[in-house]
Each structure stands twice: as C-alpha cells, then as structure tokens.
C-alpha cells in the first residue's frame, strides 16, 4: 500500500460543470493541508488514487463506497445531486485546472495556508470566466439561454459578475471577521480573526491580513497586512500581477495608510504614509533626522522594511520627507471585538 503521508492537500466537494461538462467551480466544506495518512489510505483505493496530482469525478460504484464510510461531511456530500470530486495534490505544483485551483483558494481562505504560501503560477490561464448569477454559476456562452428560460417563469436572472474569482463570502465564512460588502473580498484572500472590511475596502485572492484590521482601501494580490494596521479609505497597495512591479508588498504591524495614500515598496512595523502620498520604489524622499535636518535623499525602496518611520508632502516645497517617529497606531478595540 502507498505511503501518503506527505500529501500536502486534499478535498471532497462538489461544483458546477457546463454543458460540455467543463468544471466551472467547485466548493470544498473541509479542505485538508497536510490531511492524515489514515484518511488517504481509506478513501485512495475507494477512488482510483495512487499518487502525483489528480483530480477524479467521483461516480457510480466509488460514490456508492463513499456512501457506507462513517464520515457527515462525506455522507452529506454524497447525496447532493451536484457532480461530486475529489482533488489529491501529492505536492505544491501551479494548478492544472479548475479543481486543484479552488482548492488552493479555499485553503487560503480556510486559513490553512498565508498569502504567497502556495503555487498559484499560471491561475489565471486555467480559470474561465464565469457569470455569478442569483441562480449559481454559469457559463457565459450559455448565459442567454438562461436569461431567457428565466424571463420566460416570469423572473428575472440578476447576474452579480462576470470574473475568474467569486466572493470568498459564498465559499468560506471565516470566524471573527466583519465584511460590509461581500462582492469585495475575493475566494483566496486570508482574513485574520478581528478584521473588518468596510464597504470600500477590497481583498484580493492571494493576499490578506494578520488580524485585527481595519481595510477601507485596496489589498492587492499578494500583498500581506501585519497585526494592528489601519488601511485608510480610497488607499491603495501595489500588487504584482500588473506593472512591473516584481517585489511582493507587506505592510508591517501598527502601520497607518491614510485615506488615499498609496503603498510601492514593503512597509515595516509601525510606519505611517500621510493621506494622499503615493509613495512608489522609486520615489526620491529627503531623510529627516530628529531635529527635522536633512540627512540624505534617497529613492523609498531604501528604506523598505525600515521600522517606525512617517512619511509625509512637505506643504511648502512638495518634497517627499521621511523621519523618525515612536507614534503608535491602535485600532479601536470596539470596532474589532
């Protein structure tokens, strides 16, 4: 018998397929990182698994087996009427499909794995587009039909988006978090207890926040949040899928991003960008010291990462200037309990 105790993931779910029976989306209850070598070992031989990456639409005799395991998950699964598949990842490779890619999404989401902690190379080749309707997820070839056959019931079929992405809120509701608006933080974003998302404030897949938070601006793909920092309203964080730009973006622990300042180089612990500032890599910023003399200038990538340090517009000459600064940024703890 096979050893699979290094599986790194595993998932039951169910999905969606088109009338050409392509996979369009699927939902996993209880993704597993790492799952136990017991339970590989009981549900490979059922299924058809033997190792590497495979994705297996389970039916007929295998879906029966699964059936008579003692398992609420798996039972209730298996009575859904929708298509049923298991997805095994013997290691972390960039996704195939569609089912090994929502299972990286969900175990994102799930808070399973960080932000940049898996393989999601090459994501958005293998995801089609999707119509997220009131009635599920559909193909957008096959959206007029659809449209039609409802208009014809006498309802109308409200189409919410058309994107590779859905809402992480239709997939996985993660404890101790507050959202205003659902359509703004995708599947594949990594929400930490005590963050709060207001209506304005977006979450890309592959990024997100330590916990607690406050996001009333953009958190790009890949970007990383630390604990205690405040993401002002309209504000913006560089990603990498789009630009150029190759550096991953942080933002360190206690930082304050004021209401439409932007962020291009990764921020330590305890800074602050002043409302307005888009503070880019190459932004030329004249060094203050404590006496408020100018040091050196440099351009911002320099001082990446460096700790407790206030960026701001000099009013007089609209020169960029960094100094030093112990000021401690805290969230209000009623907003995050």
């Known amino acids: 018998m096979s050893n699979f ?8 779910g169910i999905g969606t397929r088109n009338a050409k029976g392509e996979w369009l989306e699927v939902y996993f209850p209880t993704p597993l990182l790492n799952p136990p070598d017991a339970l590989i070992q009981q549900l490979a031989p059922l299924l058809g698994y033997t190792e590497g990456n495979h994705w297996i639409t389970v039916e007929g005799a295998a879906k029966d087996a699964l059936s008579r395991l003692n398992d609420e998950t798996i039972q209730t699964l298996v009575r859904s009427p929708k298509p049923l598949i298991a997805v095994f990842l013997g290691q972390d490779l960039p996704p195939e499909g569609v089912p090994d890619s929502y299972l990286k999404l969900h175990l994102l989401s799930h808070r399973q794995i960080k932000p940049r902690g898996t393989d999601l190379t090459g994501i958005f080749r293998v995801l089609p587009n999707v119509a997220w309707t009131s009635d599920g997820p559909v193909d957008p070839e096959e959206l007029p039909a659809r449209q039609l056959a409802a208009r014809i019931e006498g309802r109308t079929l409200k189409v919410h988006a ?24 995708r599947l594949g974003a990594y929400l930490g207890s005590g963050t709060t998302v207001m209506q304005e404030g977006f979450i890309n897949f592959n990024a997100g926040t330590e916990g607690p938070n406050m996001v009333e601006g953009r958190v790009s793909s890949s970007v990383w949040v630390g604990a205690g920092s405040d993401l002002g309203g309209g504000c913006s964080t560089m990603g990498i ?54 040091v050196k200038t440099v351009k911002a990538r320099d001082l990446a990462g460096k700790p407790h340090l206030l960026f701001r517009r000099n009013s007089l000459t609209g020169t960029i200037e960094c100094l030093p ?10 907003l995050h309990a």
């Open 325 to 334: 600064t112990q000021h401690a940024i805290e969230l209000n703890a009623d």
């Open 5 to 12: 105790s290094s599986l790194y993931a595993f998932g039951l």
């Open 162 to 185: 058309l994107d590779k992405f859905p809402p992480m809120l239709d997939y996985v509701v993660p404890s101790g978090v507050r959202i205003a608006d659902g359509a703004r933080v």
């Open 241 to 294: 899928l789009s630009g150029g730009n190759a550096t991953p973006l942080s933002v360190g622990k206690s930082c304050l991003l004021g209401a439409n300042a932007g962020l291009g180089i990764p921020l330590g612990d305890g800074c602050t960008i002043e409302a307005g500032l888009y503070l880019t890599a190459g932004t030329k910023v004249q060094v203050l010291d404590r006496t408020g003399e100018t």
